[in-house]
């Protein structure tokens, strides 16, 4: 069963790049044909859903974010990356990593919490 562990900083400063990490175990981020998502929850707000790279490498991001996103994997590591350029306290919540396959995330990681502030 894939297992999915999200890391992080726990804590950035506004305008800095936020990095966060997605370990994948039990399961290749090359298979097809999942789609390894990014999804956030501000504190008190829903679900946003970030982006997404897909087992072949394609990188898809929500128009909402301004091209502040950025998606990467590293295959041999079997991991997704993620990096929010200008990061403000609008963009303190927890991060979740996901799986998509069709329409069903099937997987999901615990989280990890990010926290904007100076």
């Known amino acids: 069963q894939v297992q999915l562990r999200e890391s992080g900083p726990g804590l950035v400063k506004p305008s800095q790049t936020l990095s966060l990490t997605c370990a994948v175990s039990g399961g290749s981020i090359t298979t097809a044909y999942y789609y390894w998502n990014w999804i956030r929850q501000p504190p008190g707000k829903g679900l946003e859903w970030m982006g997404a790279?897909?087992?072949?490498?394609?990188?898809y991001y929500s128009p909402s974010l301004k091209s502040r996103p950025s998606i990467s994997r590293d295959t041999s590591r079997n991991q997704i990356t993620l990096q929010l350029s200008s990061v403000t306290p609008e963009d303190t919540a927890m991060y979740y990593c996901?799986?998509?396959?069709?329409?069903?995330?099937?997987?999901w990681g615990q989280g990890t919490q990010v926290t904007v502030s100076s």
């Open positions: 996901t799986r998509l396959m069709g329409w069903e995330y099937d997987s």
């Open positions: 790279i897909t087992y072949s490498g394609s990188t």
